[in-house]
């Protein structure tokens, strides 16, 4: 236990601007993970196994020398057709199933991932440095990697173009017609199969574009992804299905308390923070829903 | 019935005989009967009362802390020893050795069958995949806290007190085999004499429509948390075994070990068939030997391998070899099949 936070202001400052960073680039993964939720009713417990993969990818043109920057836009493009390969070999057969055996298919495809990164690009932990420099704020007394100001401005650049893409393109139509309900736009002509592929694709080339920012701004591992999924299930139960801004204010709110978690509890209790949240998120909304039941009798 | 009882007894001296007759494998069948105790104890709530939990390797985990940590502090103290790091300072005599499991497997029953009533109250009110979820957060946290704590070893783990030397060297084998294989017969009797009540029935009404079950007067909360309390009764006990039978314990490798033992306890009660006596013994017994064939011939890739299990399992055979084989064979399962109808309906497929 470690209260320095709470003596120094210009730390809990450090802190909150921090947490608002890192919450924008959550607050783009849990939007990946309530479009898929709200269209296919599937708990993709594989999403952050598929933003790791993207995180590689923008490693990878790092390795090679190419600006880990265009990451940004290769990622997005190889992801939307992993996303198509997933959905077609594993997802489209467990879409009208029992939600339990989504969440155990995704589950193996999530150990899949992880083992076949760890085979190919090795247990290492690795960034791609992009050489961005650091703001400096306050005095000096708040540093700011400008490759987390650069991530989260893209962030919101990606997840305002979606937005305006689901409200004037005609498949954005089609996605929020199966959202609403998927045998009446069935009956009007609306092909769902290639709708349900396209929502998935859309949601890896989403996980894509965090991934490599990630990779840019963070750290990536290829056993890292199961806290990224927690992390954007937990934004999405907590906002809601379909209300992007609350999406944005809770993954905000997640990152500013991931990253007091880390001053006060030590980062090894980091992920394990995450975690208890979760648990205690889902007590609380469980104790809210049944009082709710009880004005119904 | 008659055939039952001759089943059960051969059964049962299959499993005394086992040792000796195949004493390589000593290791390996004893922890066939953990994963049988894992498999069945799941079984109970994922398979009968449809609550799909990704959390009991939390009372695996804690029961093999726990037992561990009690037989080391009854007699040492605890910090020096993982300080040590399993270092031949303290050493236990075989009688000590002895009453430290005896107590330790005690209280890693008891206590997490105590937390499990703790916390059932607030975890088992969340429905469906809210309910999977929030188990495998739970596991997952503790995994990451306990590997924070150091008076257990932290990061670097945990060395069980070594087996003492009592005479013949293959006796530790045969202990923690007849150990395991004691808790197996254990777990099969309560659980068999479970299925045999109301309790069961309850069960089923919780799977098959909670509210309705509710609306028809039975509490359906008191009997998930009991439910959920006897898994974590033969859980924690399983933990602890296993704990002994490794020897070192790592927080998120070997005891809260999500990634394998969590997913391999769903997947085993899923392959033998969900809802079933036997189901999860089968499964289980199917998995391990393929698992273990698996694991010889593709070192390296055995995840690769468990991921692509994982998913072929779950969307093609989602029934399980139970399931398969009631629908094959109806009759032996005392339905009663009208053959015109079946016809029918093979017709109009």
């Known amino acids: ?297 | 019935m008659k055939n039952n009882l001759i089943l059960y007894i051969g059964i049962l001296i299959f499993g005394i005989a086992a040792p000796f007759v195949f004493p390589a494998f000593k290791v390996q069948l004893s922890i066939l009967c953990v994963l049988i105790v894992l498999a069945t104890t799941w079984n109970i709530q994922g398979g009968e009362m449809g609550y799909n939990s990704f959390g009991n390797i939390l009372f695996y985990g804690l029961g093999m802390y726990l037992c561990a940590s009690v037989q080391v502090g009854m007699f040492f103290p605890l910090a020096e020893w993982t300080e040590s790091g399993g270092e031949k300072t303290f050493v236990h005599t075989p009688a000590q050795f002895f009453q430290g499991m005896a107590v330790g497997l005690i209280v890693a029953a008891v206590v997490p069958t105590i937390v499990a009533g703790l916390i059932g109250y607030s975890i088992l009110g969340l429905r469906g995949h809210y309910f999977a979820i929030c188990t495998l957060g739970l596991g997952v946290a503790a995994g990451e806290i306990s590997g924070g704590i150091e008076i257990i070893g932290a990061g670097q783990g945990f060395t069980t007190p070594p087996f003492p030397d009592v005479g013949s060297l293959d006796s530790r084998g045969e202990f923690f085999y007849f150990l395991s294989f004691f808790v197996l017969v254990l777990t099969f009797v309560t659980v068999r004499a479970i299925y045999t009540t109301r309790f069961k029935l309850i069960l089923n009404a919780i799977r098959d429509n909670e509210d309705k079950a509710e609306a028809m007067g039975i509490e359906t909360m008191k009997y998930k948390i009991i439910g959920w309390m006897i898994s974590a009764f033969f859980c924690g006990l399983a933990g602890g075994i296993m704990g002994g039978l490794v020897g070192y314990i790592d927080s998120t490798d070997v005891a809260f070990d999500g990634r394998e033992m969590g997913v391999f306890m769903v997947l085993m009660a899923i392959l033998g068939g969900k809802g079933t006596l036997w189901g999860p013994i089968i499964g289980a017994t199917v998995f391990h030997i393929f698992k273990e064939g698996f694991w010889t011939f593709f070192l390296g890739w055995q995840y690769v391998a468990l991921g692509v299990l994982i998913v072929v399992i779950v969307i093609y055979f989602p029934e399980g070899i139970m399931g398969w084989l009631r629908e094959k064979y109806p009759e032996r399962f005392g339905e009663v099949v009208d053959e015109k109808d079946r016809k029918a309906q093979v017709e109009l497929k």
Request: proline letters at 2%; a positive charge; hydrophobic letters at 55%.
């Open chain 1, 1 to 297: 236990m470690d209260f320095m936070v709470f003596q120094y202001p210009m730390i809990s400052v450090q802190a909150c601007l921090d947490g608002i960073l890192l919450g924008i680039l959550f607050a783009l993964i849990a939007y990946g993970m309530a479009l898929q939720w709200g269209v296919m009713n599937i708990i993709n417990i594989a999403q952050g196994d598929l933003v790791i993969l993207g995180g590689y990818i923008a490693y990878f043109m790092y390795l090679y020398g190419i600006h880990p920057a265009w990451g940004v836009i290769v990622a997005p493009v190889i992801m939307y057709f992993v996303g198509i390969a997933i959905y077609k070999l594993v997802i489209n057969k467990v879409v009208d199933r029992d939600l339990f055996i989504s969440i155990l298919a995704t589950f193996g495809i999530s150990i899949l991932f992880m083992q076949l990164m760890n085979f190919a690009f090795g247990a290492d932990v690795v960034l791609a440095n992009s050489d961005y420099g650091t703001t400096m704020l306050f005095n000096n007394n708040v540093v700011l990697p400008n490759s987390k100001i650069f991530s989260a401005f893209i962030s919101i650049l990606f997840a305002i173009c979606l937005v305006i893409y689901m409200k004037k393109s005609k498949l954005g139509r089609a996605i929020r017609a199966t959202a609403q309900n998927a045998r009446a736009a069935k009956i009007l002509g609306v092909d769902t199969e290639k709708v349900y592929a396209a929502t998935f694709g859309i949601n890896a080339a989403l996980c894509g574009v965090a991934g490599a920012l990630i990779s840019i701004t963070f750290t990536i591992h290829p056993y890292m992804g199961l806290p990224y999924t927690i992390r954007s299930f937990m934004i999405v139960i907590v906002a809601g299905l379909g209300n992007l801004p609350g999406v944005a204010m809770s993954g905000m709110g997640l990152g500013v308390f991931e990253e007091f978690a880390d001053y006060i509890l030590g980062t090894e209790f980091r992920i394990g923070s995450v975690f208890l949240l979760l648990v205690l998120i889902l007590i609380y909304r469980r104790f809210k829903l049944s009082r709710k039941r009880e004005y119904l009798k």
